[in-house]
């Protein structure tokens, strides 16, 4: 069974701090996709991630998938409120589309 | 592009009755169609695979009989409550990928669905 370990599951930080969350897994996945989800809505995608080694930057967020494609991160400089939500990491495995999901990361930016 | 909706947004039903979700995507097509459910504050749990044409792929421990699955076309599958009782009250959301694409999946904004 294939497992994805996100951390930290909770993380409170001040305006305009930098904040990393991992996900980590003893599985290689062919697609790693990170998504945010505000409360009573669906998450959003926000990336994907395909080759080994790969970095993609969205504005302030910085993902990256690991050179063996078992684990990624994101990292997020100088939050803001806006940035408020639950980081959800994704791996797929080929397998008609599924998606294994991490545990998610509630992360909350006070002004 | 890629928009997902679902229907109801919110829906409130009494203990032993059904109740029917609508997934649609709206501006293109899907074979493939996803079933989750979340509880607060947690992450996704996948209940169903839903391919257009043929019969849902369930996850272990979910009940196909209570929990029924149709993609009837390209741009629809629903999902059927049976007999709801108050454990089934959650939020349940849809995701759909893209016909010609592989992976990535586009989430509906949920249905909180409350059984009293």
């Known amino acids: 069974t294939q497992l994805l370990e996100q951390s930290p599951q909770f993380l409170s930080i001040q305006e305009g701090e930098n904040l990393t969350v991992y996900c980590n897994s003893s599985s290689v996945f062919s697609s790693l996709q990170w998504y945010r989800q505000e409360p009573g809505e669906g998450p959003v995608l926000l990336v994907t991630?395909?080759?080994?080694?790969e970095v993609k930057k969205l504005k302030r967020l910085t993902f990256q998938f690991g050179d063996a494609r078992k684990d990624s991160s994101l990292h997020i400089t100088a939050a803001q409120p806006g940035d408020t939500g639950l980081y959800l990491c994704?791996?797929?495995?080929?397998?008609?589309?599924?998606?294994?999901f991490g545990q998610g990361t509630e992360l909350s930016v006070k002004p | 592009g890629a928009v997902v909706s679902q229907h109801p947004s919110r829906v409130i039903c009494k203990s032993g009755t059904s109740v029917k979700i609508e997934c649609r995507s709206l501006d293109f097509q899907a074979t493939t169609m996803f079933w989750y459910r979340q509880f607060p504050k947690k992450s996704l749990m996948l209940m169903a695979t839903s391919n257009e044409g043929s019969k849902a792929t369930y996850e272990q421990g979910v009940e196909k009989d209570k929990f029924l699955i149709n993609h009837a076309s390209l741009t629809l599958s629903t999902l059927t409550v049976t007999s709801a009782h108050p454990e089934d009250s959650s939020f349940y959301i849809c995701?759909?990928?893209?016909?010609?694409?592989?992976?990535?999946?586009?989430f509906g904004p949920g249905t909180r669905l409350t059984v009293t």
């Open positions: 995701s759909a990928i893209p016909l010609g694409t592989s992976y990535e999946q586009y």
């Open positions: 991630v395909v080759t080994g080694g």
């Open positions: 994704a791996g797929g495995d080929n397998q008609g589309g599924k998606l294994i």
